[in-house]
């Protein structure tokens, strides 16, 4: 296979689509190499990314690149190819994270059509959703969705949304009190959303405080300024889905990415909103009081209708694509 097969445009097209994906604090930890021989992506984690404190094992590195690789196979396909996707292809070279090469051309399925069109339109809306409550025929197209890519979805009960969210909660408060965690959270704040490099949130998408503290929302700033984050009234019964997989591996949280942008895909498709907790997974006690008893927690996702979150700015392609 020849670099001619896929033309620059389609190439450079692939590149944007895999990095709108979700990554903690906008880091965007992921860096592409192209073969020119084969079209093969070689897809790194990016060095230093700056979450020592926040991602200690490197596990929220695994699942942005994960959420980005899913969206580099939806681009593939998207160009009539099938996708061969490898994880962790090279164990001398832990930072090599996954391949992915075009094969045999194939028809597109319509539902890979949606989900192309959905990648571009995915934003994160940290503002309040209505609290209409999502239909047992949606949870489980968005249930499918996570199976496909080898994780659970699983939709808690009234009782243990609460508790999981009595856990996001401590996650939180113990956030703003470690002074390592609140400075590296504070650092991915933006005061300007074009500034070099093009990461990090920028202020208009941090969003407000939940005035009844139903919703355990990350305050980027360790403490409430109200001139930044002005509380509102959320839902009063947020509606959580919690993503597991059945093992802790690093193949497994390349696979909850996947799994996790093929669910948020799908929820934007069908006109839903998204928003991720990640508190209570960066404290292993928490993460271990989410997980259920046969599987392993991987990230909290807030679902439901409302408005389209702001977009995040997002490095060029040149920027992201190594020599």
Known sequence: MHSTILDATALETCVAAAVVAPSLYNSQPWRFRLDPETVTFHIRAAPAPGLRFTDPDGRAVHVSVGACVLN????????????????????????????????????LDPSQAELYE????????????????????????LATAAA?????????DAAETARLLALTAEGERRNRADPDRASESRRWVREDPYAYPRTGLPL???????????????????????????????????????????????????RAGQALERVLLT?????LRSSLLHQPLEWPDLRHEASPRTGHAQILIRLGH??????????????????
Not at 89 to 99: G, Q, V
Not at 119 to 127: E, I, P, Y
């Open 72 to 107: 580099l196979r939806v681009a593939m396909v998207h160009f009539g190819w099938t996708p061969q996707t490898r994880l962790l292809p090279a164990p001398a070279d832990p930072a090599l994270l996954a391949t992915v090469r075009p094969t045999e051309t194939g028809a």
């Open 118 to 141: 959905s990648l571009w339109r995915r934003h994160s809306s940290r503002l309040p959703f209505t609290g209409e409550p999502l239909s047992p025929v949606l949870c489980a197209e």
């Open 148 to 156: 496909v890519e080898g994780a659970d979805l699983l939709f808690p």
């Open 204 to 254: 208009a998408t941090l969003g407000p405080q939940d005035a009844r503290e139903h919703l355990p929302l990350r305050d980027f700033t360790a403490e409430r300024h109200a001139e930044r984050l002005p509380a509102r009234s959320f839902e009063r019964s947020p509606f959580i889905a919690l993503l597991t997989t059945a093992h802790d591996r690093r193949t497994d949280w390349l």
């Open 267 to 271: 929820a934007t498709a069908r006109g």
């Open 306 to 323: 409302g408005p389209q979150g702001p977009a995040t700015p997002r490095r060029a392609v040149e920027e992201v694509i190594e020599g």
